[in-house]
């Protein structure tokens, strides 16, 4: 069993950084791949970023790619998503997610654990 807490969201102006931290209790976390997904007002939850378990392979969404960073520090069971050049369209709820293994890295069904979610909100 794995928990997810996130952390650092908040309010940020357009154009602004945010790093955004997942923090997993239990064991073997270098054994996850970890996700990061979103959810904006009135929409569906949407694919933002992945790594692999060592950290070697990173993947992003189009919409992200270039200005978000993803990266994991093992021995502190600590996912990061560094954001920068922040707009609007990047309001909304993020999610850090785990999965064991994975054939699909942007699809949610194949991740197992979930995280409650951190608000960010980007003001123009």
């Known amino acids: 069993q794995v928990q997810l807490v996130e952390s650092g969201g908040g309010l940020v102006q357009a154009g602004g950084s945010l790093r955004l931290a997942c923090t997993a209790s239990g064991r073997y976390f270098s054994r996850y791949v970890m996700g990061w997904f979103r959810q904006a007002p009135g929409k569906e939850r949407e694919f933002v970023s992945t790594i692999r378990q060592t950290g070697g392979g990173t993947y992003y969404a189009d919409s992200v790619k270039g200005r978000f960073t993803v990266s994991r520090d093992n021995a502190k069971n600590t996912v990061y998503l560094q954001m920068n050049s922040l707009g609007p369209e990047d309001t909304g709820n993020y999610y850090c997610?785990?999965?064991?293994?994975?054939?699909?890295?942007?699809?949610?069904?194949?991740?197992?654990?979930w995280g409650q979610g951190t608000q960010v909100t980007v003001s123009s």
């Open positions: 997610a785990a999965a064991s293994r994975i054939a699909s890295y942007s699809r949610e069904a194949e991740y197992d654990y």
